[in-house]
Structure formats: structure tokens, C-alpha cells
């Protein structure tokens, strides 16, 4: 099993239909410990991503990713556009001129996507933030790799480590983007940005599996 391009392309359609599903409930968890605008930000970003996607949908999935973080960037403000943003971007520098992803070109996509986060915020794990979801998920699946698993295993598992790694953002305290500044009235929430990137986690393996 592969992932294909036409696989992406229903991927960012299945995280445009997922964040209209969760607007309310992100914004409420940015409510929380930020200015509630979470869920907002994400829907109207992946609305314009949807909508660019008929132009581009039979390119490389270079080419796709890239366009995707482009839209993200220029139309979601805060801290999370310019991030989603860079992870997507970052992810189709891997991705350059495929059709089709196996694997380890899985695993280097999301990689490079992580670590473009992580270079752009600056965030540590721990600092209860989106990368706390992406670098355990990151490791999860470049072990997978090396126990040679089929892709739907792997993302199983990856799903699983993102549910476990989004849970542990609770009992964070956050050190970086707006959250920060409650200090420890931050412990006791779950990060909404650490829940998006969950969440499109989940819609990539729940696209291989139907
Ligand atoms: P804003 O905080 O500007 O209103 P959003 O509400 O859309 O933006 O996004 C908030 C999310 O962004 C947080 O929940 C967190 O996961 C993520 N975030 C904030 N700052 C950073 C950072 N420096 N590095 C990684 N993620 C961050
Ligand atoms: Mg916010
Ligand atoms: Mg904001």
C-alpha cells in the first residue's frame, strides 16, 4: 500500500470537512487558555484550501502540500497560520514532483513538516503546544518503519501515540504562544493546537483505511 496523490488530495478535503465539525469545539478549548478564535482560524483556512484544491489537484504531491501551506499562511492570522503553514510547506520539500508515498517517504514528509514547526516556534516538548503532538508522532512512525510495517499499521499507531501525546498536553504548563501568559492557570486544558494536529493526523489514516 501507497499513498497517492489522490489519497492527499481527500485527506485536505476530509480536514476541511473535520475543522467545520470542530470549530466550536477548538474555539472552546482556545477559549480556555487563549482567545478563542482556534476554531476559527483552522475553518476558515482549510475553507480556502478547498477551495483552491480543484486548480491543483492532478499536480505532484509536492506541489499540492505546498499550495496548502501557502493558503494556510496567507489566511489564517495568529500563531497557528504562519505554523500549519510552515509544516506544510516544509513537508512538500520531501514530497517534490511524487505521485505516491510509501513508508519512509511518509515518515520524511511529516518529519520535515515537524521540524519546520519546531524551527519557526521555537517550542520544546513540554511547552504545551502543536509540537507536542508532532514529535512524538514523528518518532512513532520512524520506528514503524524500521519494524518494516504496512502504512495502515503504522498510521494506526501514530493515531494512537497522537491521542496518548494530545492527553499529556493537559497537565502541561505552556511556555510559548498566548496560553503562556496564564502561567499555571494553563495546567488543566488541552492544547488546541496540539488537538488540530491530532486531528489531521486521524483524517490521514481514517482516508487510507476507506
Ligand atoms: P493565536 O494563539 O495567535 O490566537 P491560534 O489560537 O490559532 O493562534 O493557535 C493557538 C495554538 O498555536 C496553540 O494551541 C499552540 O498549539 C500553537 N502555538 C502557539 N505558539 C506556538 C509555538 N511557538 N510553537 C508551536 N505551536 C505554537
Ligand atoms: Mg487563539
Ligand atoms: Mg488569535
Redesign the pocket.
Known amino acids: 500500500m501507497v499513498i497517492t496523490r489522490q489519497h492527499i488530495v481527500s485527506w485536505l478535503q476530509l480536514c476541511a470537512e473535520v475543522f467545520t465539525e470542530q470549530r466550536d469545539f477548538l474555539t472552546r478549548?482556545?477559549s480556555d487558555?487563549?482567545?478563542g478564535?482556534?476554531g476559527l482560524?483552522?475553518n476558515r483556512g482549510f475553507n480556502k484550501v478547498l477551495e483552491k484544491l480543484p486548480s491543483v489537484a492532478d499536480k505532484d504531491i509536492g506541489f499540492i502540500l505546498k499550495n496548502t501551506g501557502m493558503t494556510l499562511l496567507s489566511s489564517?492570522?495568529?500563531?497557528?497560520?504562519p505554523?500549519f503553514g510552515t509544516f506544510f510547506i516544509r513537508a512538500a520539500q520531501s514530497t517534490n514532483a511524487k505521485q505516491s508515498l510509501d513508508l519512509p517517504a511518509l515518515c520524511q514528509m511529516l518529519k520535515e513538516g515537524s521540524e519546520g514547526?519546531?524551527m519557526?516556534?521555537?517550542?520544546e516538548p513540554g511547552?504545551?503546544?502543536?509540537?507536542d503532538v508532532w514529535v512524538p508522532v514523528v518518532e512513532q512512525l520512524e520506528r514503524d518503519r524500521q519494524g518494516n510495517l504496512d502504512i495502515i499499521d503504522a498510521l494506526r499507531l501514530a493515531v494512537d501515540r497522537a491521542q496518548q501525546a494530545l492527553e499529556s498536553t493537559i497537565t502541561m504548563q505552556a511556555r510559548?504562544?498566548?496560553?503562556s501568559y496564564l502561567g499555571e492557570r494553563s495546567i488543566g486544558h488541552q492544547?488546541?493546537?496540539?488537538?488540530?494536529?491530532m486531528l489531521m493526523i486521524q483524517a490521514l489514516y481514517q482516508v487510507v483505511t476507506r
Open positions: 478549548l482556545d487558555i487563549g482567545d478564535d482556534h482560524n483552522m489564517v492570522g495568529g500563531a497557528s497560520g505554523l514547526v519546531v519557526r516556534g521555537k517550542a511547552d504545551k503546544t502543536m509540537c510559548k504562544g498566548r496560553a492544547d488546541p493546537g496540539a488537538t488540530s494536529a
